[in-house]
């Protein structure tokens, strides 16, 4: 099987935000690169329609270092589009996002981020 992934993958688990449909959902990461992220949201949002694919939400990560936020780095925030959303069997949402059009700004803290991973 080919892995057609442009950016490398790195499993980290960290805390998120997205904000859909007018609510704010705490999510925490599973994987992320410089393409994009995979969530587990923990809350029920309303029917999941604010989640579905194609949807483009605003996403806040929470960088941290050894495992605590990083003081010297502020949360990651842009946008993402839905391009995957599964259904758990515990309830919850997993999600496969895309980063769009990122500001400069984001795109180099998440590549900062990112590099003290590898």
Request: net charge positive.
């Given at each position: 099987m080919d892995n057609r992934r442009k950016h490398t993958r790195f499993a980290v688990a960290i805390a998120a935000e997205i904000e859909a449909g007018g609510q704010t959902v705490e999510a925490e990461t599973r994987d992320l690169s410089e393409g994009g992220v995979s969530l587990m949201v923990s809350e029920t949002v309303a029917g999941y329609a604010?989640?579905?694919?194609?949807?483009?939400?605003?996403?806040?990560?929470?960088l941290t270092q050894d495992g605590i936020e990083d003081p010297e780095e502020a949360p990651f925030v842009g946008p993402a589009?839905?391009?995957?959303?599964?259904?758990?069997?515990?309830?919850?949402?997993?999600?496969g996002l895309r980063f769009a059009?990122?500001?400069?700004?984001?795109?180099?803290?998440?590549?900062?981020?990112?590099?003290?991973?590898?």
């Open positions: 604010a989640l579905a694919e194609g949807r483009t939400l605003s996403l806040t990560l929470i589009s839905v391009m995957w959303s599964a259904a758990t069997d515990g309830g919850q949402m997993q999600l059009a990122l500001p400069a700004d984001a795109r180099a803290r998440l590549q900062r981020f990112l590099t003290k991973l590898a």
